[in-house]
């Protein structure tokens, strides 16, 4: 059974760093891609991040970009969001995606309950 839990989120400020937890277990990292994506009140979701489990290779949305980094750990079932300089634009609930690939994971086949993020200026 896949399940898939995320943690970290909260109140900070602009400026501020926050760092999201993905818990993810039930298949096989090497052949599946995780990634963040994130929907605020009125918007559409828009894709933040993900790592490609087999080749490691990673995709940042520009708005993210030099501020977000995201990692993995696989033999702890974890992934990361790092995010930095946090600003109110990035106030949204944040979920982890598991697709099989990061081409289009923001239309996972997995996902879960979300987290909030709220930036405060």
């Known amino acids: 059974e896949v399940q898939v839990v995320e943690s970290g989120g909260g109140l900070v400020q602009t400026g501020g760093s926050l760092r999201l937890f993905c818990a993810a277990s039930?298949?096989?990292?090497?052949?599946?891609?995780i990634g963040w994506f994130r929907q605020a009140p009125g918007k559409e979701r828009e894709g933040v991040s993900c790592?490609?489990?087999?080749?490691?290779?990673?995709v940042y949305a520009d708005s993210v970009k030099g501020r977000f980094s995201i990692s993995a750990d696989s033999a702890k079932n974890m992934v990361y969001l790092q995010m930095n300089s946090l600003n109110s634009e990035d106030t949204a609930v944040y979920y982890c995606?598991?697709?099989?690939?990061?081409?289009?994971?923001?239309?996972?086949?997995?996902w879960g309950q979300g987290t909030q993020v709220t930036v405060s200026s």
């Open positions: 039930g298949f096989s990292y090497d052949a599946y891609a």
């Open positions: 995606a598991v697709n099989p690939t990061c081409a289009d994971y923001t239309d996972p086949v997995w």
């Open positions: 790592i490609d489990g087999n080749s490691g290779s990673t």
